[in-house]
């Protein structure tokens, strides 16, 4: 009930899956929304890298995923978490599993479940109880259960590297217990394959230590539009290499709070 409540304080974006309809009445409560036919972003990216690296001279963009569809991709998602901020929400959960693709192939934002209402964008929400999604977790979100809209950047950057890798995985190697000390000691994730040293650039500012150094989602998509006007067209196809250490699936680590 309390995700319908939102959803409905939330409104009608077209980069968000929308409620379509609910049943608060009576039990069971039901909630309506529209379904995407491609299901999460995460599962899509990676039955798609399958495919390319076993058919590695394929160009049919209707089989593959270009740089430029990757950027695609992230200014559709920053477009939604842009609305989502302007209307004083954070989502607390971005990750390419929870990003849904439709049948035009477009993402939209999906599950709420984690979502809050804050009433500035500088404002933070202090966590109490449930499971949260560590490696999509800023420093603060970690160490204090502090989660603002600045905390979204953050994510938000893991879930470009998501994008970049089709699905890699996001700190593989990097040990659970050791994350957040090597966050606050400057580590980042390193330039990923076929990842421009300005979308690196974005990925890093997104990763400021400091929340109030982090751009806005606003700031974000128009430096993504820029990345999509310049885009080099020798670097349009991706170039996969099947052994990267980002590849080696690892189960989703959640924190408790």
Not at 65 to 89: H, P
Request: with cysteine; hydrophobic share 35%; proline share 4%.
């Amino acid at each position: 009930r309390a995700e319908i409540d939102l959803m409905k304080r939330i409104g009608y974006h077209d980069r968000i899956v929308n409620m379509l309809a609910c049943v608060t009445v009576s039990e069971p409560i039901f909630l309506i929304c529209e379904y995407c036919v491609n299901g999460d972003l995460l599962e899509f990216m990676r039955q798609r890298r399958k495919f390319m690296l076993e058919n590695p001279v394929e160009t049919d963009s209707g089989k593959i995923i270009t740089a430029k569809k990757q950027l695609m991709f992230a200014i559709q998602i920053a477009y939604g978490l842009e609305y989502l901020s302007s209307q004083g929400f954070i989502h607390r959960d971005i990750a390419a599993r929870n990003i849904l693709v439709d049948h035009q192939e477009s993402c939209k934002i999906g599950d709420f479940g984690l979502a809050r209402s804050v009433k500035e964008e500088n404002e933070t929400y202090q966590a109490q109880g449930g499971k949260l999604p560590l490696k999509w977790m800023s420093p603060e979100a970690i160490g204090k259960y502090s989660f603002s809209t600045a905390s979204d950047v953050w994510s938000f950057g893991v879930l470009l590297f998501e994008i970049v890798t089709l699905g890699g995985t996001p700190y593989a190697g990097w040990p659970a217990a050791e994350l957040l000390s090597r966050l606050k000691r400057g580590e980042r994730m390193d330039r990923p394959d076929n990842c421009s040293d300005n979308l690196y650039d974005v990925m890093l500012k997104c990763w400021s230590d400091k929340p109030s150094e982090r751009p806005a989602f606003t700031e974000l998509r128009k430096e993504l539009g820029n990345l999509l006007e310049d885009i080099n067209q020798d670097a349009y196809y991706l170039k996969l290499n099947a052994k990267a250490h980002y590849y080696v699936l690892e189960s989703n680590t959640y924190k408790s709070c």
